[in-house]
């Protein structure tokens, strides 16, 4: 089984060149048409935050974040929404992505394991757009940036391999159960508001922290914001909890969709 998904990986390296062409014309068919281009990439994830921050705003805008060294709301919000649009869209896109590409995953001798690949080097793409926001308006509202901030790096590297765990799930999965697409969107939606993305843990009752704490998501946004805008060190039981996760979702996705993937040329 090691031998397998080792070999299975190797695959994935050989297919490095293929995997940034092909995510390359994504990124290029997202904006393809489109009199704002590029823009969109800058402004679909603003427009998405001033929604938020406009309906929740008045909730939240007086309270303390002092536990993330702010007491602005915009920018405790900013913090949780970044990492969470780069993990909401490549898992929601995530689940018809194979059945998009059927031409190309009915190929016998086609790697269709880098279709997701691909699928998630574009929202890194779009995500370090975001992150660049997120740089830009922390420096803008506290004056500084610290160099603790580099420890953001971690967070987003585990994320993207429970990213791409995901993917690989939900995507291979989908071939076979097409209500799959359907679950996904429904999840996501219920896992946002999980997530204290637009609130702080601290309003919750005690109680019912420990089901947020466990929550990837959550330790993720909150590592954000504690190396970005708080600028301190990252909590180490919580980066070990995320990196036993997101190694777990990797390996589980890849033995998954190589398991299933001789079977997709006949459903398909």
């Known amino acids: 089984m090691i031998t397998r998904f080792i070999s299975f990986l190797r695959t994935l390296y050989k297919n490095r060149y293929m995997i940034k062409s092909f995510a390359l014309a994504d990124l ?16 679909q994830p603003l427009l998405l935050i001033l929604t938020y921050y406009i309906i929740f705003g008045f909730i939240f805008s007086k309270g303390n974040f002092l536990e993330y060294g702010t007491k602005s709301f915009a920018l405790f919000l900013l913090g949780g929404m970044v990492p969470w649009l780069y993990f909401s869209a490549v898992v ?43 740089i830009v308006f922390t ?5 500084t940036l610290s160099p603790f901030a580099i420890f953001v790096l971690p967070y987003f590297l585990l994320m993207s391999l429970m990213v791409l765990g995901v993917s690989w799930i939900l995507s291979s ?3 076979f159960v097409r209500d799959i697409g359907q679950l996904v969107a429904v999840v996501l939606n219920i896992w946002f508001f999980y997530t204290p993305i637009f609130y702080p843990l601290s309003v919750v009752p005690e109680k019912y922290k420990i089901f947020l704490k466990i929550n990837p998501l959550y330790v993720v946004a909150d590592g954000y914001r504690r190396t970005l805008i708080q600028g301190t060190y990252p909590d180490p039981y919580k980066l070990m909890y995320l990196a036993a996760v997101s190694i777990a979702m990797f390996i589980i996705g890849g033995m998954l969709y190589k398991k299933l993937k001789p079977a997709f040329i006949d459903v398909l």
């Open 28 to 43: 290029k068919r997202q904006y393809e048409g489109s009199y704002g281009g590029m823009f969109w990439a800058f402004g």
């Open 92 to 134: 929601s896109r995530s689940s018809t992505v194979l059945l998009e590409n059927k031409s190309l995953v009915t190929k016998t001798l086609f790697p269709s394991e880098i279709i997701p690949i691909c699928l998630m080097v574009t929202g890194i793409i779009n995500h370090l757009i975001g992150l660049a926001i997120l």
């Open 139 to 143: 420096i803008a509202i506290t004056g």
């Open 173 to 175: 999965l989908n071939v």
